[in-house]
């Protein structure tokens, strides 16, 4: 059964404090990986797409990382702006798209 | 960047009346629109693909005649909830993909609009 986990469920972090967001999935071929950040009340903004293992995007202070069956979503140095639930979501090779339920990140000053 | 507008942004309504949720594509054309539903703390579940000039694709579960979606030009697509319940109270997301770009297969968001039925 295709699916996508995340964890943890949500995370807070002093600012400064850098950690990692795990996005594991099982499908049944993957077209490509993609992370979003999601501010409360809002739709899901693009992050970063990895389309193969061993692939990294980097944006500011985010990294996110892709092996054949996890990515991370690194987070370095955070800031209380990154405060925002992190959803990642996997493309089947049926094109159907399977979202996690989100990490809910907190950055305390 | 491609853009999705979504309309209108929040709307409570009384029990029993119908609601339309517009989402437009602003640079770009999209025959493929998505529509979500999303819970409180969970995640985002697919509702239905919207097809321009054809009838949508419901996922199993979803009531079509509940949710009627109508996808009338290249850059719109309406969601209507029919006699609307306090149980249809959500936060509902449309998506599109824009096929210009070279991630073609990113998926770019609405802003949402949160219903709330009295």
């Known amino acids: 059964e295709d699916q996508v986990t995340q964890s943890p469920e949500a995370l807070r972090l002093q600012e400064g404090e850098s950690s990692s967001l795990n996005c594991s999935y099982t499908?049944?071929?993957?077209?490509?990986l993609f992370w979003y950040r999601q501010d409360p009340g809002k739709g899901p903004e693009f992050l970063f797409t990895l389309y193969s293992a061993g692939e990294e995007k980097e944006k500011e202070r985010l990294k996110a990382t892709l092996t054949k069956k996890e990515s991370f979503l690194h987070i370095t140095a955070p800031k209380p702006e990154d405060s925002a639930t992190y959803l990642c979501?996997?493309?089947?090779?049926?094109?159907?798209?399977?979202f996690g339920t989100g990490t809910s990140l907190t950055v305390i000053p | 960047g491609a853009v999705v507008s979504q309309h209108p942004s929040w709307v409570i309504c009384k029990s029993g009346t119908s609601v339309k949720i517009e989402c437009r594509s602003l640079?770009?054309?999209?025959?493929?629109m998505f529509w979500y539903r999303q819970f409180p703390k969970q995640s985002l579940m697919l509702m239905a693909t919207?097809?321009?000039?054809?009838?949508?694709?419901?996922e199993q579960g979803v009531e079509k005649d509940k949710f009627l979606i109508n996808h009338a030009s290249l850059t719109l697509s309406t969601l209507t909830v029919t006699s609307a319940h306090p149980e249809d109270s959500s936060f509902y997301i449309c998506s599109a993909r824009d096929q210009r770009l070279p991630g073609a297969n990113v998926l770019t968001f609405g802003a949402g609009s949160r219903l709330t039925v009295l």
């Open positions: 919207s097809n321009e000039g054809s009838k949508a694709t419901y």
């Open positions: 499908v049944s071929g993957l077209r490509g």
């Open positions: 640079d770009f054309q999209a025959t493929t």
């Open positions: 979501a996997v493309q089947a090779f049926g094109n159907q798209f399977y």
